[in-house]
């Protein structure tokens, strides 16, 4: 006979150990099944190692999905502070470093640690190294049996947080979309997001050798903007600003950067002209950026001469251009380094309360195989914990 449990939940990552942390506390049986030799890769990685585990500013403008309500639901009954508790519970030290993004004073693990230790607590079971061989659902749309390379085992629901497809080396799969394809789910096309754009050609080499210089921008695309760091590489541009514009852009959209951001371009000029009227350009804009990309720009982009010599016409070109000078991507660095996937399964079929499917009772989704994609600074985190939870009250 194969062992029963209450719930299977496919992939121990975020959302996975959440829901069977969740589940566990109710008294549910719960085993968690992931391939990779551990748990929780993802959280490890993540933040640079400390874990930027919550954003404490979340709402639900801060995700990107065709339904823009689907998130809503979870996110209310499944707060940051809801998550800032367990971890000061498990005596976890954190900071805010910008803008609500908490991290781990110390490391990543400690996360990892509290989210296992809260399972084992619980009487969750969890099987690393272990993969699906088939899943076969019951008789009258009663349950799954999940046939594994450790044995087959029988489950009243079945949990897929398997995760999107970023960081393949981490055991990213497309499981969970193949899966949801199977049971008939629509899966909405997936990208890559949170994500290094390139250039190439002459975009390319007019930057290239400025790679390692990083400047504030404001980044617009679609109607949305960021504002942070920038940061030229080798192949193209990073930083936060370009990793969160990432999300809203694809090849061919215009990409504009504000080089003077939270400053009104022209002002600027008139002052800089009227109080150093012999300085030339290059000099000026080397005060407001770094003075190999302001140099880089009087090449290539502007004309450089003294402050005094430009007229009306020429200082409101120059304002226009540096206020929203295009940037032409050719393209991303894709899923090897993306922190996310966009899109995923359409939560059109999805019910936003409880993560379960509208089509086969009993099979539920969470996290990032969803098509909820969260800006860059602690939201991914918390639409796991915040979408487990929904689905681990649930089970
Ligand atoms: C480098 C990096 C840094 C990041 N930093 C942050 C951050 O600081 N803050 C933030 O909010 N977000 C961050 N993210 C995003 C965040 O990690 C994800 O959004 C989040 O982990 C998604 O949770 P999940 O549980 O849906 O998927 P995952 O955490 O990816 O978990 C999925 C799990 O399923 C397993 N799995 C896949 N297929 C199968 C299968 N067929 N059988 C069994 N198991 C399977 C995987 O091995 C994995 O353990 C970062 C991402 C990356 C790549």
């Excluded at 407001?288 to 001469?305: D, T, Y």
């Excluded at 399964?345 to 909820?372: A, C, H, N, Q, W």
Aim: proline share 4%; charged share 20%.
């Amino acid at each position: 006979m194969a062992e029963t449990f209450d719930a299977v939940i496919v992939g121990g990552g975020a959302a996975g150990l959440m829901c069977a942390l969740t589940a566990g506390q109710r008294g549910r049986r719960v085993l968690v099944i992931e391939h990779a030799n551990k748990v929780g890769k993802k959280i490890l990685m993540s933040g640079g190692g400390r874990c930027n585990f919550t954003n404490t500013g979340t709402t639900p403008a801060n995700y990107l999905s065709a339904n823009p309500h689907f998130c809503k639901s979870a996110l209310a009954r499944y707060t940051p502070w809801d998550f800032i508790a367990m971890v000061e519970r498990h005596r976890i030290a954190y900071h805010e470093k910008e803008l609500g993004q908490l991290f781990c004073d110390e490391s990543s693990k400690l996360i990892v640690k509290m989210l296992v230790d809260e399972c084992m607590a619980a009487g969750v079971r969890i099987n690393t190294g272990c993969s699906i061989e088939r899943i076969v659902r019951g008789e009258g749309d009663s349950g799954f049996r999940v046939h594994t390379t450790q044995g087959a085992v029988s489950s009243a629901s079945l949990v897929v947080a398997s995760g999107g497809l970023s960081i393949p080396s981490m055991g990213a799969s497309g499981f969970g979309y193949e899966l949801a394809r199977g049971y008939g789910h629509t899966v909405l096309p997936t990208r890559a997001g949170l994500v290094p754009l390139t250039l190439s050609g002459k975009h390319q080499e007019r930057l290239q050798d400025l790679s390692g210089v990083a400047l504030p921008v404001t980044a617009s695309c679609n109607g949305r903007s960021f504002s942070n760091q920038l940061l030229i590489t080798h192949r193209g541009v990073s930083g936060p600003s370009i990793l969160q514009i990432s999300s809203y852009w694809q090849p061919g959209d215009d990409l504009r950067l504000d080089l003077l951001p939270g400053r009104d371009a022209m002002d600027w000029l008139l002052t800089q002209q009227r109080e150093r009227p012999a300085a030339e350009l290059k000099t000026v804009l080397g005060d407001a950026m770094p003075k190999r990309f302001a140099q880089r720009l009087c090449e290539l982009w502007l004309s450089n001469k003294p402050m005094k010599q430009y007229n009306a016409p020429e200082l409101k070109q120059l304002a226009a251009t540096l206020s929203a000078w295009p940037l032409v991507a050719s393209g991303t660095e894709g899923y090897r380094t993306a922190e996310v996937t966009l899109g995923g399964v359409d939560t059109d079929e999805v019910s936003s309360s409880t993560m379960m499917s509208k089509r086969v009772p009993g099979l539920y989704f969470i996290g990032e195989v969803i098509d909820v994609t969260g800006w860059l600074g602690g939201y991914n985190f918390q639409w796991a914990w915040a979408s487990g939870h929904a689905a681990g009250v649930a089970v």
